[in-house]
């Protein structure tokens, strides 16, 4: 069993997943210790070993959402269809989309804010004020709670509680 692989799933259950997705904590969790998947996952270049790599090519492929048992036997069944994916995509932490979680936050803070980024996607929530929001409560077929008129075309589309709506943007200096 590669162990440096295993550290990397229980890092990314321990940290990235847990209290996030319960979905993703549960199976990096069950990969850390399963030597049948890790090795098919140490088969792949090193870039491409990432979890949430791994799990987005397995659901984009047609990977169900549930237990770990009934994803790693899917996993199993479908390594073959799933390979190809990891391997022509990247995952992208570069979101702006990012800006519709952190404005409900930001929004209730007294303003004029300065901002400070920092990392391989530093700069891209220094400008939340510079965005339009689109918030709707529950899954997609929920009515919009607080459509945003905002100084961009660009809608950023949030799920969110709808307590958390923020009333206006925040001032960012």
Not at 15 to 33: F, H, L, M, P
Not at 80 to 96: D, F, G, H
Request: proline fraction near 8%.
């Amino acid at each position: 069993m590669d162990r440096a692989l295993s550290r990397t799933y229980r890092r990314f259950a321990d940290i990235e997943a847990a209290g996030v997705s319960r979905t993703y904590d549960e199976w990096a969790s069950a990969i850390s210790d399963d030597p049948s998947v890790l090795g098919l996952i140490t088969q792949l270049p090193g870039i491409k070993r990432q979890p949430n790599l791994v799990f987005a090519a397995a659901r984009f492929a047609g990977s169900p959402v549930g237990s770990y048992s009934t994803f790693r036997s899917w996993l199993l069944d479908h390594w073959a269809e799933v390979v190809p994916i990891i391997l022509t995509r990247s995952t992208q932490t570069n979101e702006a989309g990012r800006c519709a979680v952190v404005v409900p936050l930001l929004a209730q803070l007294d303003g004029p804010l300065a901002l400070v980024e920092a990392g391989a996607s530093a700069g891209l929530v220094l400008y939340p004020d510079k965005c339009s929001y689109h918030y709707t409560e529950g899954d997609a077929t929920t009515t919009t709670l607080h459509p945003r008129s905002g100084p961009s075309e660009v809608e950023l589309p949030c799920r969110i509680d709808s307590a958390s709506v923020p009333a206006q943007l925040p001032e960012i200096a």
